[in-house]
């Protein structure tokens, strides 16, 4: 594995981003200048990956993250003809919201359905690309492979995509149960280094098989360095008016004051990305390793091996 925040040069490795994410203390006074500051570098990040001499397209789930990312690209090309993908088994969670928010936005918006077959036969061909057995990233990249082809197949050459949120701000629905401010900061360093493990290298690899490149702004080295030294507690602590947790509170906080989305999507709890395309799909992949006689990560971890791979070398 190329090690994540290095260059190669000169026939040596050397590291170009060392962060030292320290939090800055909680001052309510300042609250108004943190949401400012946190949608410039958010803005940037999104500018700075948009020129592009290919035709490019936004991923758009539906949840807040794309949906994010789409509307600020949107307001860095207010005139340009966007256009915005959205996989999932027929019926999908994803669709509606994925809709709301291509019409509020005025993009072209395309989706793609598949079958639980399509995805099954698929997966052989996913693990050859992704190079790892984590079932985890398998069931979530097989969609995405799917999509990567269909979006390769009408031209386009780079796309956005809103990984990386979950892991800076906190955004995976267990973080609600940090037992401190300093296990949640930990926990967001921790999933932010090993992101070359998983949602990136699902994300990077499911589109580099059909030779699409994915930009990440989340994932921007300001604007990481300007979130991960955000007060902890507005990350960690987000309670609605009806007194249920939501996580990523602030950055729904910022899309209703820069008016970036619906409010029905703002404020839409996350799903899990496999579980958003359909929860079929996890349950037809179970059934099928069933037939089979064994378990899901022994099918995976069979296929990975077939193509010659080392199994030492995925962190399971």
């Known amino acids: 594995v190329f090690p994540p925040r290095h260059i190669y040069t000169n026939g040596e490795l050397s590291q170009w981003y060392q962060p030292a994410w320290v939090p800055r203390p909680f001052n309510r006074s300042k609250l108004t200048a943190l949401y400012e500051e946190t949608y410039e570098a958010l803005s940037n ?20 993250d794309s949906s994010l990312i789409t509307s600020l690209v949107r307001k860095a090309r207010p005139n340009d003809a966007l256009h915005t993908f959205c996989i999932g088994l027929e019926g999908a969670p994803d669709f509606q919201p994925a809709r709301d928010v291509a019409s509020f936005l005025g993009t072209t918006h395309h989706e793609q359905t598949f079958t639980i077959q399509e995805g099954i036969d698929a ?107 955000l007060p902890t507690k507005l990350k960690r602590s987000f309670v609605t008016k009806d007194k249920k947790h939501v996580e990523k509170g602030f950055l729904r906080m910022l899309s209703d004051r820069y008016k970036l989305l619906p409010k029905q999507v703002a404020w839409r709890q996350k799903d899990q990305f496999s579980d958003s395309v359909g929860s079929a799909w996890i349950q037809g992949i179970q059934a099928h390793v069933q037939r089979k006689g064994i378990t899901e990560a022994e099918w995976y971890k069979a296929i990975y091996c077939a193509h010659g791979y080392d199994p030492d070398n995925v962190p399971i």
């Not at 990040?45 to 807040?64: D, E, N, Q, T, Y």
């Open 45 to 64: 990040a999104v500018r700075v990956r948009i020129p592009c001499h290919a035709p490019f397209a936004c991923l758009l789930s539906g949840g807040l």
């Open 123 to 229: 997966i052989p061909n996913v693990i050859r690309h992704l190079e790892t057995y984590d079932v985890t990233t398998v069931r979530a990249s097989t969609p995405q492979f799917l999509l990567a082809r269909h979006i390769a197949s009408l031209g386009f050459k780079m796309c956005l995509s809103g990984e990386g949120a979950d892991e800076a701000w906190g955004g995976y629905l267990y973080f609600q149960f940090s037992p401190s401010e300093q296990a949640f900061h930990t926990e967001t360093v921790d999933k932010l280094m090993a992101l070359h493990h998983y949602d990136c290298l699902r994300t990077n690899k499911s589109m580099a098989a059909h030779g699409l490149e994915v930009r990440v702004p989340f994932l921007d080295a300001k604007l990481l360095d300007s979130c991960m030294s």
